[in-house]
């Protein structure tokens, strides 16, 4: 995807350079709920390793098992976690992460997760999904879906949230798939 796609984003190695010159390494959301045993919840934690193998920074709000799954793997293969929690407590030891925000805004939290990643994943997912990637699509932020797992991702890339083409919205089906969206960013 090319910088006409990003919007005012220019493409750096170091990260992505915003309109006022501020340079910070990639950071991409991880929206969505799947279930321990799924197929999206073994690819939400592939996706972990991809971002942290590409030196991208995961945010998880670690509110499914699939975006904890995604943290933890992350973590594990040695990236960088920020985990948006719904709650005000800020007892790391129960959450996966290398920074953790505990912002006591409950759902209304969707809309950082949404607004703190440069692109957002999406797997599966059910209302609170779809709260975060209508906050994502009018904040133009590029939406990469699971694709062929269920849940509302599998219809994202059909059924955008609405007319107006805010953000790309690019599907996936496996790591190598994935790879090469973020690639692009």
């Known amino acids: 995807m090319g910088s006409d796609e990003l919007?005012?984003?220019r493409v750096d190695p170091s990260g992505?350079?915003?309109?006022s010159g501020r340079l910070h390494p990639l950071q991409v959301s991880v929206l969505g709920s799947?279930?321990?045993g799924s197929v999206a919840y073994e690819r939400a934690g592939e996706a972990g390793e991809v971002l942290a193998s590409l030196g991208i920074t995961t945010v998880s709000g670690?509110?499914?098992p699939a975006t904890r799954f995604a943290a933890e793997r992350a973590l594990a293969a040695g990236?960088?976690?920020v985990s948006i929690i719904p709650s005000d407590e800020i007892a790391t030891a129960d959450w996966p992460c290398t920074v953790?925000?505990?912002c006591g805004m409950g759902d209304a939290r969707n809309l950082m997760m949404a607004l703190a990643g440069d692109a957002c994943l999406v797997i599966g997912?059910?209302?609170g999904t779809i709260s975060e990637v209508c906050l994502a699509w009018l904040h133009r932020r590029p939406l990469f879906p699971l694709l062929g797992c269920g849940g509302w991702s599998e219809t994202l890339v059909d059924n955008p949230p609405d007319e107006r083409e805010l953000a790309p919205i690019r599907g996936w089906s496996t790591g190598e798939d994935l790879r090469?969206?973020?690639a692009g960013l």
């Open 125 to 127: 997912g059910r209302a």
């Open 62 to 64: 670690c509110g499914s």
């Open 180 to 182: 090469a969206l973020l």
């Open 7 to 9: 919007g005012d984003r």
């Open 79 to 81: 990236g960088r976690v």
């Open 100 to 102: 953790l925000i505990p």
């Open 34 to 36: 799947a279930e321990p």
């Open 16 to 19: 992505v350079r915003s309109t």
